[in-house]
């Protein structure tokens, strides 16, 4: 084992985005550079740089879990497998807050706080640690097309898809167009579908397949086989989003799009968008309106 160690980290400010160092024992002393810019979509919150290399890639998984970040990146770094994974707090910009550190630091010391500042925890694995090392917790894999529509989707059941205008077989269909076409827009997709170009019913079977990370959205009206770095709102918007489901566990998406003040067809775009990075769920439930039956999504914590 190379190395397995865990480095907390105050930032400097450089060029508008924080930056510290943690060292390289196995490599002669190397410092990396860590980077993180706020403004970058999720998963590319950060960079790495040593001398002589910068590092620039996505996560391959983020939590969000009461107000504390955490990110994975797994890399080779001269000819070593890497996996380091960077925990934030931040009490800016109330520093009066007093952020507990327990869970950054392993609950090792339960009377420790954040006060003011930026603290970055780093955990570093490297060689066979890289290999060992799991976390707790994973965003959804991205699940294999299985053979038969009786096993696709085996968590949503076939009356609620019933009444949210789906069926399985739709479904099916919808990710085979996507999957063939590589990336392919909204209305393309409409079309081969026989739907109307602002069809509701192509809306809900687009948000089970992307929050179910079984197709990506790339743009704001395309849709891809791969993952991309799109995301449908401002930062600001998304974390004030994350925030109310966590204040107000349960609500529905014409109350979510009341609070933040868009309208509805936006708001499950940025709804299904979170729960496929794992920062919210969302669940279909049955809920009735007036004297019929309908379907329709309720907003809960990750946690």
Known sequence: MADSKVYVIAPREVNGKLCGEVPLSWLNGRELKIWYDSSAPYLCKFDFSTDDRRFSYSASEHYY???????VYEFNMYGYDVKIEIAMASAVPIPTYMYPLDDLLGCQCPSAYLTDGVLFVVRLHADECAKSAEPS??????????????DFLPQYDDELLRLAGLTRQFLRRLLEIVQRRGVVKS???????????????????????????????KSSDSYSKHPADYQPAPEEMMWSVVKYVCDNPG?????????TGTNV???????????????????????RRGIANSATWLHYPAD
């Open 187 to 217: 209305a393309e997709l409409a079309k081969a579908l026989k739907l109307p170009k602002q069809s509701q019913r192509l809306g809900m079977a687009l948000s089970v397949l992307v929050q179910e990370r079984l197709i990506y959205q």
């Open 65 to 71: 879990k009461r107000g504390l970040q955490r990110w």
């Open 251 to 259: 609500a529905e998406t014409g109350e979510l799009a009341k609070a």
């Open 265 to 287: 067809s936006h708001i499950s775009k940025i709804a299904r968008h979170l729960a496929a990075q794992g920062l919210i769920r969302r669940q279909l439930v049955v809920k």
């Open 137 to 150: 917790v994973r965003l959804p894999a991205r699940s294999a097309t299985p053979t038969s529509d009786e």
